[in-house]
């Protein structure tokens, strides 16, 4: 039987088999949704095949982190959602014996090759939009389940037939289990690696393409995925419909978007019962006609206020639904699903984001959905903090310095959404510094398409300001981030400067 994506069956389940080699196994993943996805099918699918393992999580995966893995007594490590990129260092590790690397990754690998590597970009299939990490861990954890399911096969068949027979031969016999069970062959893993494969942003033009869209094929047959076309907005599930309307940004509807008032008119118009018991319901629980009535009347006034029809294409897309999952939970959509995981991770609670993608809906959940209410408040707060204290605009860039007022992990979105209140331009990048620890600070970086197409790149900005301080730095045009040492601000701030002039002239 082919797994989900074909060209990575036979490396799949290459690493499958060394993995049911081993006594006993190390998985370590990286703290984000895709990571925690990834961590959680790759734990289910070790456990189902009853292989005893342990869990860490690691935000880098540096030098640093690979040497403590290396000093543990494991001689199996399992890398998921990172690994390809360190495979330098992971490498010289192996070579001395430390431990045995299996890796399910989908980043761009270090040149160096390893035997039990799994990565889409090895076999032409692009890992920024075909496959995430999750997805990957989720090819790896079909071929487990069949070498799994193929051992036991022939454990039973020599005792029941005292001969041997090759496992893996269509001829094999189907057992009791079946292999319809979408359990028994890892496939309601699915609905994981959707997740995590949306948490990463790997939909484009409304969908997921490619390997993710297999993926997606496997979880609708097993049961664990439904799709449909649905508006393409934030909070289908639990926000209420007013806030739905009002946060949904992305194609600015003029007199809704931003606009609490302008929301709450528009819905009081639609002639349509929205409330139960005094209070707005939810997108998700609205009939099928209620919800053609309402997007019909999204287009019809964004159509009036002239918004391109490129972009009211853009408010309909594909949802991916968990339909396991009760109606108006986060969980129910891969999308809100994610956003809370991410949650977990920026505040390292990596062990509840876990727990909640291994099905713990009690404590995790609870402690999940806490952290996403503090990470909103913390964003809201902050955004308040810079408005009111204001930025400092140099020449081609304005900058601010939240101290230890807010967390260096969410100060670059905060930067970002604080553009264009009272006194922060949209027409220069904005960069905010916050304390990394004792000695170093974070700089983040946030730019605006226009700037970016007007020439702005604030990966190179980033990267070459911090080393001209001896900090390091880097990550994509619209947004970049950097550490620098304390006391460098003002050398990093001209040098950044100078170049954000370079490319805007
Ligand atoms: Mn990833």
């Given at each position: 039987m082919a797994g989900p994506v074909p060209e990575l069956e036979d490396r799949a389940t290459r690493c499958a088999t060394r993995l049911s080699d081993a006594d006993r196994v190390l998985l370590a993943s990286h703290i984000d949704a895709d990571g925690l996805t990834s961590a959680a099918i790759a734990a289910s699918a070790l456990e189902r095949a009853e292989i005893p393992f342990e869990t860490v999580f690691e935000k880098q995966l540096d030098e640093t982190a690979i040497a403590d893995i290396a000093a543990t007594d494991y001689e199996t490590v399992l890398f998921t959602?990172?690994?390809?990129?360190?495979?330098?260092?992971?490498?010289?590790?192996?070579?001395?014996?430390?431990?045995?690397?299996?890796?399910?990754?989908?980043?761009?690998?270090?040149?160096?090759?390893?035997?039990?590597?799994?990565?889409?970009?090895?076999?032409?299939?692009?890992?920024?939009?075909?496959?995430?990490?999750?997805?990957?861990?989720?090819?790896?954890?079909?071929?487990?389940?069949?070498?799994?399911?193929?051992?036991r096969r022939s454990t039973e068949e020599t005792s029941a037939e005292s001969e041997w027979m090759d496992p893996r031969s269509d001829g094999g016999i189907v057992t009791a289990s079946g292999t319809n069970d979408a359990r028994a062959d890892n496939r309601d893993l699915a609905a994981l690696a959707v997740v995590g494969a949306v948490g990463d942003m790997q939909a484009s033009s409304g969908e997921l393409h490619g390997a993710n869209a297999k993926i997606v094929e496997e979880g609708v047959e097993a049961g664990v995925v439904e799709t449909g076309t649905d508006l393409a907005l934030y909070g289908k599930q639990t926000r209420p419909l007013p806030k739905l309307f009002e946060y949904a940004t992305d194609v600015h509807i003029p007199g809704i978007s931003n606009n609490e008032g302008g929301a709450l008119r528009f819905l009081d118009g639609l002639d349509l019962d929205l409330k139960r018991d005094g209070e707005w319901r939810r997108w998700s629980g609205l009939s099928n006609d209620e919800k053609q009535t309402v997007a019909s009347a999204l287009v019809q006034r964004a159509v009036s206020k002239g918004v391109p029809a490129s972009k009211i294409d853009q408010l309909v897309s594909t949802a991916y639904v968990l339909p396991a999952e009760p109606v108006g939970t986060e969980l129910r959509d891969a999308s809100e699903f994610s956003t809370l995981l991410n949650a977990t991770a920026r505040y390292e609670r990596a062990d509840v984001g876990l727990g909640v993608c291994l099905g713990d809906r009690g404590d995790a959940l609870e402690r999940a959905r806490k952290l996403l209410r503090d990470h909103r408040r913390n964003l809201s707060n902050g955004i308040d903090l810079v408005t009111r204290e204001g930025v400092t605009h140099e020449d081609h860039l304005q900058w601010f310095d939240a101290g230890d007022e807010i967390r260096e992990t969410i100060v670059g979105i905060v930067a970002g959404m604080a553009m264009g209140n009272e006194g922060i331009s949209r027409s220069k990048p904005i960069l905010a510094f916050a304390e990394k620890n004792e000695d170093e600070l974070k700089v983040s970086s946030r730019g605006t398409h226009n700037l970016v197409r007007e020439g702005l790149d604030l990966s190179v900005v980033m990267g070459e300001a911090s080393r001209a301080v001896g900090g390091d730095g880097g990550g994509h045009d619209v947004a970049a981030g950097a550490t620098v040492p304390k006391g460098e601000e003002s050398a990093f701030i001209e040098r950044a400067d100078e170049i954000v002039g370079e490319q805007l002239s």
């Open positions: 959602d990172f690994g390809s990129g360190q495979l330098d260092i992971i490498g010289e590790h192996e070579e001395n014996g430390d431990f045995t690397p299996v890796i399910a990754d989908h980043h761009q690998p270090a040149d160096r090759e390893t035997e039990y590597h799994l990565n889409p970009l090895l076999f032409g299939i692009n890992g920024a939009s075909e496959l995430s990490g999750a997805g990957a861990s989720y090819v790896l954890a079909r071929a487990l389940a069949e070498v799994w399911n193929g051992e």
